[in-house]
Every structure is written in structure tokens, then in C-alpha cells.
Nanobody, 117 residues
Framework: VQLQASGGGLVQAGGSLRLSCAVS????????MGWFRQAPGKDREFVAR???????YYADSVKGRFTISRDNAKNTVYLQMNSLKPEDTAVYYC????????????WGQGTLVTVSS
């Protein structure tokens, strides 16, 4: 299984970006998909998750501003980011939890999001 994240870039505070993560694999619809981020000098942190039944869960820091969604026909998961803040600046990673794993066992390469003030 391979994950390819894209859509990062430079945006002003208050702006929006949509990240995409294309996933290989024949049973994408069964994967739990997540987005994580890592800011310079900080540990990687959870951002959002979407289950196989499209249930969603968000970190408090992004709740109400970010929306995770999936298109099973395209094997793609999205992260719509609105009202961006400078503190959202980070490398964003998509990840998949496949099978019976309790942890995310497949990761994409990351895409950089920079929010200027």
C-alpha cells in the first residue's frame, strides 16, 4: 500500500487549502485514514481521522476549521483546511490503519503547509 499526499503550499492567515492523499490498495474503503502534522521542532500530532463508515474525529485545535472526507471511488482522502492560522504551519502526513492494526501502519511522504501572518 502506498500513500501520496499533495496540496500543500503557502497561504495567508485566514485562507484555505485542501490536501489530498491518494492511496493504492484494493480495499481502500475498509481503511481507517488519518491526517497528522509535524511543526518545526515539535512532535508529530494527530489532526483528524475518518473511519471506514465515514465517521470523523478531530483534534480540538482544528475542530470547526478542518474537514476530513474520503472518496472511495477515487481511493482518496481529503483534508479541507479553512481559517488557517500561522500555528497550522507544519508538514502534513496522511496515514492508513489497515487490517487489525491498532496503529497507523502505512504513511505518506508529507506535504508542507506554510501559513503566513
Amino acid at each position: 500500500v502506498q500513500l501520496q499526499a499533495s496540496g500543500g503550499g503557502l497561504v495567508q492567515a485566514g485562507g484555505s487549502l485542501r490536501l489530498s492523499c491518494a492511496v493504492s490498495g484494493r480495499t481502500f474503503s475498509s481503511y481507517v485514514m488519518g491526517w497528522f502534522r509535524q511543526a518545526p521542532g515539535k512532535d508529530r500530532e494527530f489532526v483528524a481521522r475518518i473511519g471506514s463508515g465515514s465517521s470523523t474525529y478531530y483534534a480540538d485545535s482544528v475542530k470547526g476549521r478542518f474537514t476530513i472526507s474520503r472518496d472511495n471511488a477515487k481511493n482518496t482522502v481529503y483534508l479541507q483546511m479553512n481559517s488557517l492560522k500561522p500555528e497550522d504551519t507544519a508538514v502534513y502526513y496522511c496515514a492508513a490503519r489497515i487490517g487489525s492494526s491498532s496503529e497507523y501502519n502505512y504513511w505518506g511522504q508529507g506535504t508542507l503547509v506554510t501559513v503566513s501572518s
